[in-house]
């Protein structure tokens, strides 16, 4: 017997709100060949980024078979669904649960089969996902001195304008927002710096946008894909924006001999190469020869 989604989270556009989920062996008998699967959902359309990401860091961290406890009781609670998962016929393993509107779901499935299967019996075995039923796309390029957010609409591929854009950290607390123009581009002036880091958090900032009743999100750390090797960029080493070099008056020396040397620091930044301050000047210097190890 086998219940499982594709993965811990995905995306799935509002034109088809369908969430597939693969099922084997959970019938009763051979008679009964549409058996409904018991499904709960948690529906988070209406609540704030701060759900969405506790959400999103419970279900990180939660242990695959068991069933979900809700982080926040009050807020976005795990009911039972109004529908439920079909459970087809060995031949037809994909079934599909829909969704009734778009916002971002939490959705789990239980059966007393699996958990006799998988858990010696000792109750259902669970199997959970979250879903983002939208029409729009988030892409966030996060920079040193500054940011650069763009929305676009699933449907049309056209830019968003006008979008609410909300930049927050892994607990939750908004660090930046304001709204995308006609060319659904939200242009962040201001360093965000590195992300702060929670437990059972993948990393980067969480980066959400609403046109109306419809959001979506992305985090600055989702870049499979897109990573700058596959485009022949080459990626940073460092965070860092100093920059050195160092000019010796020659390169052959002899042991026991004296070399005179001067080092250059400067600090990269958009607009050119600026001289660094003196008190982030470092105070020593380290010289390996590269040749001897």
């Known amino acids: 017997p086998l219940a499982k989604f594709a993965g811990r989270f995905g995306v799935i556009e509002a034109a088809h709100p369908l969430l597939p989920v693969t099922l084997r062996n959970l019938e009763t008998d051979a008679a009964d060949r549409a058996l409904a699967l018991p499904a709960r959902m948690a529906s988070v359309r209406e609540g704030g980024d701060a759900m969405v990401i506790g959400w999103l860091k419970h279900l990180h961290g939660v242990r ?25 016929e060995n031949v037809k393993p994909l079934a599909e649960f829909a969704v009734p509107k778009p916002g971002f779901y939490v959705v789990e ?43 676009t609409a699933l449907d049309t591929g056209r830019p968003a304008a006008k ?83 160092s000019v010796l008056d020659r390169s052959l020396l002899r042991a026991g001999e004296t070399v005179s040397m001067k080092h250059f620091v400067r600090v990269e930044t958009s607009t050119g190469l600026t001289m660094p301050k003196a008190e982030s000047l470092p105070d020593r210097v380290k010289i390996i020869h590269e040749g001897s190890g």
């Open 64 to 88: 695959y078979g068991r069933t979900l406890p809700n982080p926040d009781p009050k807020k976005a609670p795990l009911r039972q669904a109004e529908n439920s998962f079909p459970v087809l």
């Open 109 to 151: 499935l239980g059966s007393p089969r699996l958990g006799a299967a998988y858990l010696d019996g000792q109750g259902a075995f669970y199997a959970h996902t979250a879903a983002l039923v939208t029409n729009l796309v988030a892409h966030a390029k996060i920079g040193r001195e500054s940011s650069l957010v763009w929305v």
């Open 163 to 245: 979008a609410d854009v909300t930049v927050s950290d892994c607990t939750g607390k908004a660090v930046w927002q304001g709204t995308t123009d006609a060319e659904g581009r939200a242009a962040i002036g201001k360093a965000l710096g590195e992300a702060p880091r929670c437990r059972n958090w993948p990393g980067g900032w969480f980066v959400s946008a609403r046109v109306g009743p419809d959001r979506t999100f992305t985090l600055s750390t989702w870049n499979d894909g897109i990573e700058p090797w596959r485009f022949n960029l080459p990626p940073a080493e460092a965070w860092a924006p100093d920059i050195a070099h």
